[in-house]
């Protein structure tokens, strides 16, 4: 079905989410709706955006997974592919999931970002969009920013880990630079990495020095900020600006079912006093809600971040709020399920 979504303001107080129709709002005099045979949701029920998801070709996903599980040893949601991820994002109540593609090898950029131009391209019923990959060795990577900030893609994702270079090394600095100048959001992988351990490429003094370099950018530190590093994210981001993602990071993470070596401590993430600690000094609002799926599963990392002693406005901010702000004005907001500007322009009505 073809997505309708935009706000009306039908009284004072009310804003209501137009979901679908099966019909045209008609207009009174003085441009008050006499009619609307709508199919409504109100504006109050949360707008959920998976900011960090994860998916592979059909072809491909079987066997990136078992590769990738192989390294972390940690459980499986989904199956990886586009439908999968759909598939249980809809059952989680999510509104869009976004996935944000690995380029392990420079010479893949272009055509991995072929097939994020070709999932963007979806039907706006499709809840699943992506941003663009890139790798800072990439040859042709600021031609390839420049086509996808044509493509109406709002951001990219680094992997520093999965790519070997360093977020402060000159070519990350040079990548993120220009995304800065096209205002490219950029979400990395920052931290330590489950599947890759002895991995320092993206440690928060990394992500401290490359925002000192480049200044004031719409940047996503992963994992709340770095995972497995969080005493450092503490001390070395608050005042960056930068923004952080949940995924993957509170909790115990789940082993999978291969004889893996882990011991119940290895297993921790952050509790839950930690995590609102966190939230705390960068402020709800610059915290926004990823699973990481296919290694979580959405209904799940929900009900977890529902489950936290914060206040309402909080969790709907990290659920999606704050997501939909920043991707307004960057991309097509019909294709990208985003309510309209007065949902996170005005305070939403408690009614
Ligand atoms: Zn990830």
């Not at 392990?104 to 055509?111: C, F, I, L, Q, R």
């Amino acid at each position: 079905m073809s997505m309708f979504c935009r706000i009306l303001r039908v009284q004072k107080g009310t804003a209501l989410r137009i979901i679908g129709r099966s019909g045209t709002p008609e207009k009174a005099e003085g441009g008050r709706l006499r009619s609307m045979p709508l199919i409504l949701r109100r504006r109050n029920e949360t707008v959920i955006i998976d900011v960090h998801t994860h998916l592979f070709p059909a072809k491909i996903a079987e066997a990136a997974l078992r590769k990738m599980q192989g390294n972390s040893h940690t459980a499986l949601y989904s199956d990886g592919t586009e439908a999968g991820l759909c598939a249980c994002e809809a059952r989680a109540g999510v509104d869009l999931a976004i996935a944000q593609p690995v380029a392990t090898n420079p010479e893949k950029v272009s055509h991995l970002n072929d097939f994020v131009l070709e999932i963007n391209g979806r039907d706006a019923g499709s809840r699943v969009r992506s941003f663009g990959a890139m790798h800072p060795a990439c040859r042709d990577w600021e031609r390839e920013l420049e086509r996808l900030k044509m493509a109406g893609v709002p951001g990219i994702k680094l992997h520093p880990p999965y790519t070997g270079v360093d977020l402060d090394d000159p070519r990350s600095i040079a990548v993120l630079r220009k995304c800065r100048e096209l205002d490219l959001m950029v979400l990395i992988h920052s931290g330590r990495d489950v599947g890759l351990p002895g991995a320092e490429e993206a440690l928060p003094i990394r992500v401290r020095r490359a925002l000192d370099a480049v200044g004031p950018m719409k940047l996503i530190a992963g994992h709340m900020g770095g995972w497995g590093c969080w005493e450092e994210v503490l001390e070395l981001l608050p005042d960056t600006g930068c923004y952080l993602d949940t995924a993957f990071a509170l909790g115990t993470m789940t082993p999978a079912p291969d004889g893996h070596a882990w011991r119940a401590e290895d297993l921790r993430l952050l509790r839950a006093e930690a995590f609102c600690e966190l939230i705390a000094r960068f402020g709800a609002d610059r915290v926004l809600f990823g699973t990481d799926s296919p290694w979580a599963d959405p209904e799940e990392e929900i009900r977890k971040i529902k489950g936290l002693p914060l206040q309402e406005a909080e969790v709907r901010r990290i659920l999606g709020d704050n997501m939909a702000g920043l991707l307004a004005g960057r991309v097509n907001a019909e294709c990208w399920r985003l309510p309209g500007p007065a949902a996170w322009q005005a305070p939403a009505p408690e009614t």
